[in-house]
């Protein structure tokens, strides 16, 4: 999902890149380790092969797949679904239709998950 701008879709391209390439996780922290701010270059397409590289990506087929702009319509899928159930920023969970937004402690996803399964029953 992209909600920060353009920077932010080739972002969550350059991760389904990676991903292909069973590296998700590892581009994810490297893309954390290297924010600086919406939009700032961070996340430029130069510096998101750059951290292919560092990583040890095929990088041929890394820049292919991030070039073709094969994942965008994914993303701007995910994007608008997300939208839709009312996300706006990171973090944010659904549970059940259910938002949360912000980082919460263990107690407040308990109290939704169990309020959750009381209204199944």
């Known amino acids: 999902m992209a909600i ?6 080739w972002a969550a391209q350059a991760s389904e890149c990676a991903s292909e390439q ?14 600086n701010g919406e939009n700032q270059g961070a996340f430029s397409k130069d510096n998101l092969k750059k951290f292919a590289n560092e990583l040890n ?3 041929t ?11 965008e319509m994914a993303v701007q899928e995910q994007t608008q679904s997300g939208q839709q159930l009312g996300v706006s ?11 949360v937004v912000g980082a919460q402690d263990f107690n407040a996803f308990q109290q939704i998950i169990e309020a959750q399964l009381k209204q199944k029953q």
Do not use: A, M, R
Not at 89 to 99: A, D, K, M, Q, R
């Open 4 to 9: 920060l701008g353009e920077e932010s879709g």
């Open 89 to 99: 920023s990171t973090p944010t969970f659904v549970i059940n239709g259910v938002p």
């Open 22 to 35: 069973g590296k998700f996780w590892e581009y994810h922290d490297k893309l954390f380790d290297n924010q």
């Open 61 to 71: 087929s890394f820049n292919q797949c991030l070039d073709s702009s094969k994942y």
């Open 57 to 59: 990506l095929n990088t």
